[in-house]
C-alpha cells in the first residue's frame, strides 16, 4: 500500500510538471518501419532480441525522428494520437535498453548506471525530443496518455521492458484496429500465467492491476475486466492478491 501510495503522489506531481503536449502540424503518421522492426526482433511471446535488434539501430533511430518531427495535433483522431503515444513509448523504451545493452540485465539498472543530476530512474532520464520539447518515459505515460486518454488498456500496450511487463506486441499499434489490439493485449496479458494466475479459487493478478486500479475501477470494478480477458472467470468473493513483480529484461 505504500508503494501505490507513493505512486499517485508521484503521478499527481508529475502531472503538474507536464502541463503541455508537444504538437505540430503534421498529417497522421505511418508506423510500417516500427511494425517492420518488431515483427523482426520480437517473438509471439513479447520476448526481444536485442542483440539482433542493436544491428538495426539505425532503422529504429530513422523511425524515432520521424516521431519526434510530426508530434499530433487536434485534427488527428483520438485512435490516431494514441496509437502515436503508444507506439512512441514503446520505441523509445527500446531505444534506451539498446543504448545500454548488453551491460544491463533490467530496465532498474539504469538508476544507478546512468549518472545524471536529479535522475534516479529510467522513467526520468530527458533523451525524447518531441515536437521541440525534451521529455521523459514518464512525461509520456503520466503526464500525456494517461492524462489525455480515459482509456486504462493502454496498461496492456506499455511496455517497460521487463518480464512481467505486458508483452511487446510483435506489430505496431494502428488507428484503424486499436480497440482490437488492446483487447488482444488485455486477453494475452490476463491469460499468461507468468503475469496473472486465474482460477476459480483465487486471482493472482499483475501489480500492474494494482499500481494502476484507479484508472480500470474508474470504468468497472476489477473482477469484471478480469472476466472480460480472463479465460477462467471469477465472482465477487473470490480473494484476490498479486504477484510480485520481475523486472529482468524480456529479452531472449
Known amino acids: 500500500m505504500k508503494y501505490v501510495a507513493f505512486i499517485a503522489l508521484f503521478t499527481v506531481a508529475l502531472l503538474g510538471n507536464c502541463t503541455t503536449t508537444p504538437t505540430s502540424t503534421a498529417p497522421p503518421v505511418e508506423h510500417t518501419a516500427w511494425d517492420k522492426l518488431l515483427k523482426k526482433h520480437v517473438n509471439d511471446k513479447g520476448f526481444v532480441n536485442y542483440t539482433n535488434f542493436k544491428k538495426d539501430y539505425d532503422e529504429l533511430k530513422k523511425y524515432l525522428d520521424m516521431l519526434s518531427a510530426n508530434a499530433p495535433n487536434n485534427k488527428w483522431t483520438q485512435e490516431e494520437q494514441l496509437a502515436y503515444w503508444i507506439n512512441a513509448y514503446n520505441a523509445f523504451t527500446v531505444q534506451l535498453i539498446l543504448d545500454n545493452y548488453p551491460g544491463i540485465s533490467s530496465i532498474k539498472d539504469l538508476g544507478s548506471k546512468v549518472k545524471i543530476p536529479f535522475v534516479s530512474d529510467a522513467w526520468t532520464i530527458?533523451?525524447?525530443?518531441?515536437?521541440?520539447?525534451?521529455?521523459?518515459?514518464?512525461?509520456?505515460?503520466?503526464?500525456?496518455?494517461?492524462k489525455k486518454f480515459d482509456e486504462p488498456r493502454i496498461h496492456f500496450?506499455?511496455?517497460?521492458?521487463?518480464?512481467?511487463?505486458?508483452?511487446?506486441?510483435?506489430?505496431?499499434?494502428?488507428?484503424?484496429?486499436?480497440?482490437?489490439?488492446l483487447d488482444d493485449q488485455g486477453r494475452d496479458f490476463l491469460n499468461d500465467k507468468t503475469k496473472n494466475n486465474v482460477t476459480k479459487d483465487k486471482a493472482?493478478?499483475?501489480?500492474?492491476?494494482?499500481?494502476?486500479?484507479?484508472?480500470?475501477?474508474?470504468?468497472?470494478?476489477?473482477v469484471d475486466w478480469v472476466n472480460k480477458y480472463s479465460a477462467v472467470k471469477i465472482d465477487k468473493k473470490t480473494p484476490i492478491s498479486h504477484l510480485d513483480y520481475d523486472w529482468d529484461l524480456n529479452g531472449k
Open 204 to 222: 493472482e493478478l499483475s501489480k500492474i492491476l494494482s499500481w494502476y486500479g484507479g484508472d480500470f475501477t474508474k470504468k468497472m470494478p476489477m
Open 126 to 146: 530527458k533523451f525524447i525530443t518531441i515536437g521541440g520539447k525534451k521529455m521523459d518515459l514518464n512525461n509520456i505515460e503520466h503526464g500525456i496518455i494517461r
Open 157 to 181: 500496450a506499455l511496455v517497460c521492458a521487463a518480464k512481467s511487463c505486458p508483452p511487446l506486441r510483435n506489430e505496431a499499434f494502428v488507428a484503424a484496429r486499436l480497440d482490437t489490439q
